[in-house]
Nanobody, 126 residues
């Protein structure tokens, strides 16, 4: 059974940084596009960042461009989300998700993803 396990969330002051990790198991990781989503209380889940299975293309929600960086290490079956200059509006539960295998386009809709992690809470205080 495929597992995605997120870690690295926590409480941070505005302007601070966090690095989220998502470790995949029982998944042909190198053939899956990986995405990070978030859901704040009372709001819908939204796409934050994604990286193609090849690792060459990355995609970001406009409000996080220049602050967040997604990357992946295939030899560790892990995808990361480096979050800098955090703002209170970044507060949410963050989820990683896998879409594949060998999907041609980067999906930003959660319904396109096959596997999800359990989520990790990120809280940014003002």
């Amino acid at each position: 059974q495929v597992q995605l396990v997120e870690s690295g969330g926590g409480l941070v002051q505005a302007g601070g940084s966090l690095r989220l990790s998502c470790a995949a198991s029982r998944l042909t990781f190198s053939s899956y596009n990986m995405g990070w989503f978030r859901q704040a209380p009372g709001k819908e889940r939204e796409f934050v960042a994604g990286i193609r299975w090849s690792g060459g293309r990355t995609y970001y929600k406009d409000s996080v461009k220049g602050r967040f960086t997604i990357s992946r290490e295939s030899d560790k079956n892990t995808v990361y989300l480096q979050m800098n200059s955090l703002k209170p509006e970044d507060t949410a539960v963050y989820y990683c998700a896998a879409d594949g295998p060998w999907v041609a386009a980067m999906a930003t809709g959660g319904e396109d993803y096959d596997y999800w992690g359990q989520g990790t809470q990120v809280t940014v205080s003002s």
